[in-house]
């Protein structure tokens, strides 16, 4: 225990922007299954939100200022926060590792690589795999704390099958159209492509005609989802939605594959509306955060729904 203790203290030193740092600086070297998704998990857990809710002389009158919709707290969710990652099934021996590293360097991204070399050796399996669950890990340890870090056991919240899949399998099933027949290219608008919603479960996926927003495909799959999500009205889909006009920034999702197939974010609309949410400020032109009502769909799409909303970008610095 003294150890995460001692590396509890050690991780309250950095700030949101040296976590993102660290992030970026890895980018390149982990594994690209979980390269975006590393990235979207750290965009569903933003670090100011947690400070901004900690520092609060009231958190729960803040939480109804920001407008939180969902499950926002990461303590609530040790286990079970990064299960879009392929790393997840890794997490008990990255978590040990995390329990019981010793040398604690200046520089956070040398930290998550020490870490992530110590559970390869458990885990039995390349560095570039483990990196971005551990760079979580490391963040789940800021969040949550020493006591309820050590004090969860470790679980993979995966069905059997999920995890016998390989790195591979993953990145190729990502990238591959649905087939449109021998005639395909005559279909035009017609086409129409999967959404995954969630990579992890059976029958999670619902079509959407080409050119169409993903949230307004999502409103034809009617099946019941506000027993697994609250925010969820009945006959919207699986993806909680209010306005379908990006105006209340409910339907965010984090794209796991098939970004390059969504329309490019209009500046004025959803890129905007993004900021004033605090979700994403990148200026890339089809980021891995998109709001679902705006997002139209020009081939399959494995997209990830984070368990909250709110606006949050008040908190939140102006990118540079």
Request: glycine residues 8%.
């Amino acid at each position: 225990m003294s150890l995460v203790v001692s590396l509890y203290s050690h991780l309250r030193r950095y700030s949101p922007s040296d976590w993102l740092r660290a992030v970026d600086t890895l980018g390149a070297e982990i594994h690209p299954v979980d390269r975006d998704a590393t990235r979207i998990w750290f965009a569903f857990y933003p670090l100011e939100l947690h400070l901004a809710l900690e520092r609060a002389a009231d958190p729960a009158a803040t939480a109804r200022d920001l407008r939180l919709m969902g499950r926002w707290r990461l303590a609530d969710q040790i286990n079970e926060s990064h299960r879009f990652l392929y790393g997840h099934r890794y997490w008990p021996p990255v978590k040990l590792a995390i329990e019981n590293i010793e040398r604690q360097p200046e520089q956070l991204s040398e930290l998550i690589t020490i870490v992530a070399e110590a559970a390869t050796r458990r885990a039995r399996v390349d560095r570039d795999h483990l990196l971005g669950i551990t760079a979580i890990g490391l963040m789940t340890l800021r969040q949550v704390g020493a006591e309820l870090f050590a004090a969860t056991a470790a679980k993979i919240v995966l069905a059997p099958e999920v995890r016998a899949a390989t790195p591979h399998q993953v990145i190729s099933r990502r990238a591959k159209d649905d087939w449109q027949g021998v005639f395909g290219f005559t279909r035009g608008m017609m086409k129409r492509w999967t959404v995954t919603f969630d990579e992890n479960e059976r029958d999670t996926t619902f079509p959407v005609i080409n050119g169409q927003e993903i949230a307004s495909a999502a409103r034809e799959d009617h099946r019941e989802y506000r027993s697994r999500d609250p925010r969820c009205i009945p006959g919207e889909g699986p993806i909680p939605v209010e306005c379908r006009a990006g105006s209340c920034g409910t339907c965010w999702v984090g794209v796991l594959g098939g970004r390059e197939k969504l329309s490019p974010v209009s500046e004025r609309d959803e890129a905007e509306r993004l900021k004033v949410f605090g979700y994403s400020d990148t200026g890339e032109p089809q980021p891995l955060i998109r709001l679902a009502c705006q997002a139209k769909a020009m081939g399959a799409v494995s997209v990830v729904i984070p368990p909250w909303n709110g606006m949050v970008g008040g908190i939140k610095p102006k990118a540079k």
